[in-house]
Structure formats: structure tokens, C-alpha cells
T-cell receptor
Framework: DTAVSQTPKYLVTQMGNDKSIKCEQN?????MYWYKQDSKKFLKIMFS???????INETVPNRFSPKSPDKAHLNLHINSLELGDSAVYFC???????????FGAGTRLSVL | GDSVTQMEGPVTLSEEAFLTINCTYT??????LFWYVQYPGEGLQLLLK?????DKGSNKGFEATYRKETTSFHLEKGSVQVSDSAVYFC???????????FGEGTQLTVNP
């Protein structure tokens, strides 16, 4: 069983579209994260939820909206996609906010 | 704010060569330090960690020592294998937890 799973693995879409990426973890963790990895492999945190509450919200355009329906899921919805949104998006989870984070395999988003 | 600086890549070595990837950090408190590895097409995996000064993290032949005096956490391996080819990320987490701050990543290629 995959511990942190993201869907889809690849997402190709046109500028201006709205898309969602889903993340689920079966580790029983209470904290989940979204990171963005750009074309130079640089990783930066976007959001973090602890027990379904938003605890980190970095300087991210408000076109990006995370939603955590329960502790095991953290989805990322992106409105009005732009070329610069092309990246690999990683979901991660941890037990508490101070422990090791476990990452999903990533979603490669390409905006044309 | 917190930051992590890694040696620039890419790094190309022959099998059985000695590996060092430098990592230095800036943090206000007493962070935990991590090395994550990303194999091609996969998410990040924790390689090793250290939570306080002079701690040595080790795993799969890799080692790194938390040096507070030089604010460094250099990754070393005595004899690399082709299967070690991957991108290596140094990261820190402040004592308050919640977020990982990553370095730029170092691409390692090991040739037979």
C-alpha cells in the first residue's frame, strides 16, 4: 500500500482552466502539506494542515485553494491556471508538526 | 529567515568514489537537519536526520554530522554505487516544527 498517494500523476491542461490534485495518506498522520518543485528542482512549502486546520499559508496566489475534508486527505484546487504554475506538486504528511514528513510521488502539472 | 545552501551540482562520480555534498544552514533557533533523496520519477524519501549538535545521522552507507559551530550538515559516503544516482536535498526544520526549508538540491550521477 502506498503511504502517501497523489492523483493524478501527470496533468496537462490549457491556460485559464481550473484543475484539482488529490492527496491521501494511510499513515494515520494528522498533518499534511503541499510543496511546489520548480523546473530547477527547488522545493518550497505552500500549505500545511494540522487536524484539518490551516497552519501554514505561504505567499501563494489565491488562485490556489487547499481543502482538507478529513485528516487523511488534502486536496489542492487551482483556478485560472497560468504558464508559471507548471511544476511538480508534492503532498506530504507527518504525525504532529515536528516529526518526519513522508512524501508522495508528485503530480507533474504542465500548463500549455 | 531560515535558509539552506547546498553545493552546486551536478556531481558526476565513478562507482566506488568518495562522495561529499556540502550543506550549510542559517536558522534562528536550534533546528533539526535532514537529508532527503529523490530518485528519478519518485517523491522524496528521508535518507537521514540529526536533531541536535554533534548528532550523526546515518543510513545506507551515508553519514552526516550536525556541526553547530560551522552551521553545516555535509553528506558523505565512502563508496558510491550506480544506484545512488539521484537528487539529494538538505533541509531543516525549526524547533517549532511545521515546515521544512530545503536547499537547492544536488544532482548526483554515478557512472559504472
Amino acid at each position: 500500500d502506498t503511504a502517501v498517494s497523489q492523483t493524478p500523476k501527470y496533468l496537462v491542461t490549457q491556460m485559464g482552466n481550473d484543475k484539482s490534485i488529490k492527496c491521501e495518506q494511510n499513515l494515520g498522520h494528522d498533518t499534511m502539506y503541499w510543496y511546489k518543485q520548480d523546473s530547477k528542482k527547488f522545493l518550497k512549502i505552500m500549505f500545511s494542515y494540522n487536524n484539518k486546520e490551516l497552519i501554514i499559508n505561504e505567499t501563494v496566489p489565491n488562485r490556489f485553494s487547499p481543502k482538507s475534508p478529513d485528516k487523511a486527505h488534502l486536496n489542492l484546487h487551482i483556478n485560472s491556471l497560468e504558464l508559471g504554475d507548471s511544476a511538480v506538486y508534492f503532498c506530504a504528511s507527518s504525525q504532529g508538526t515536528k516529526n518526519i514528513q513522508y512524501f508522495g510521488a508528485g503530480t507533474r502539472l504542465s500548463v500549455l | 529567515g531560515d535558509s539552506v545552501t547546498q553545493m552546486e551540482g551536478p556531481v558526476t562520480l565513478s562507482e566506488e568514489a568518495f562522495l561529499t555534498i556540502n550543506c550549510t544552514y542559517t536558522a534562528t533557533g536550534y533546528p533539526s537537519l535532514f537529508w532527503y533523496v529523490q530518485y528519478p520519477g519518485e517523491g522524496l524519501q528521508l535518507l537521514l536526520k540529526a536533531t541536535k549538535a554533534d548528532d550523526k545521522g546515518s543510513n545506507k552507507g551515508f553519514e552526516a554530522t550536525y556541526r553547530k559551530e560551522t552551521t553545516s550538515f555535509h553528506l558523505e559516503k565512502g563508496s558510491v554505487q550506480v544506484s545512488d544516482s539521484a537528487v539529494y536535498f538538505c533541509a531543516l526544520s525549526e524547533s517549532s516544527g511545521s515546515r521544512l526549508t530545503f536547499g537547492e538540491g544536488t544532482q548526483l550521477t554515478v557512472n559504472p
